[in-house]
């Protein structure tokens, strides 16, 4: 099954503590991306990439790095997380020059005390 | 700055009638629009495009309508159904960028 999957759905952690949100992709897809979805503002992409080793920021890229070391892998670190990223993470993945049509994982709940 | 925005959070619709979502965007250069929807718990699902040189595309029990002149994207939705609750969201795109930029979204609730 074509699928684009998250770990973990849910995570609860406290200021400073590192910490990295997978995710997975089976499609052979070029493009990956994370949003985050917060309430009234609707998706803001942090970061993408259009290939492996090949990343850009997005909107919000503030406070998170990725890395793209293999096509279907794009882990998403937050180095020293704070109360402000405490959000809804989704990660997308599709063909390149297809972004319209990505698909996006179930989504991972982050709450940072 | 440019934004995505939608006239109205949320809006309730009896089954069986139809739906019309509307969006509104300041973005002159974009030149492509989806809509996606969102069911509760769950990530964003492509529903449909539209390219800024077409005014009007249907699909399965959707459609979408481009008004370029007051910059107003619309998705009408026919025969609401109850599976059809959900948040859905206007995004634009421009075909230079690899980049989406979404609304902040409608809320679709349906009345039996």
């Known amino acids: 099954e074509a699928q684009v999957t998250q770990n973990p759905r849910y995570l609860i952690t406290v200021t400073g503590k590192k910490l990295t949100v997978t995710c997975s992709q089976n499609?052979?897809?070029?493009?990956m991306s994370w949003y985050r979805q917060d309430p009234g503002l609707g998706l803001r992409q942090i970061y993408y990439?259009?290939?492996?080793?090949?990343?850009d920021k997005g909107d919000v890229p503030e406070g998170y790095k990725v890395s793209r070391k293999e096509k279907r892998n794009f882990p998403l670190i937050l180095e020293s997380p704070s109360p402000n990223q405490t959000s809804l993470y989704f990660c997308?993945?599709?063909?390149?020059?297809?972004?319209?049509?990505?698909?996006f994982g179930p989504g991972t709940r982050l709450l940072v005390l | 700055g440019e934004s995505v925005g939608l006239h109205l959070p949320t809006l309730s619709v009896q089954e069986g009638d139809n739906s019309i979502i509307n969006c509104a965007y300041s973005n002159s250069a974009s030149d492509y629009f989806i809509w996606y929807k969102q069911e509760s718990g769950k990530g964003p699902q492509f529903i449909i495009d539209?390219?800024?040189?077409?005014d009007k595309r249907q699909g399965q029990r959707v459609t979408v309508l481009l008004n370029k002149t007051v910059k107003h994207l619309s998705l009408q939705i026919a025969a609401t159904q109850p599976g059809d609750s959900a948040v859905y969201f206007c995004a634009e795109s421009y075909s230079s960028a690899s980049k989406i930029i979404f609304g902040s979204g409608t809320r679709l609730s349906i009345r039996p």
């Open positions: 539209i390219r800024s040189n077409m």
């Open positions: 997308a993945s599709s063909f390149l020059g297809y972004q319209e049509t990505q698909y």
């Open positions: 990439s259009m290939n492996v080793e090949v990343t």
């Open positions: 499609m052979n897809h070029e493009y």
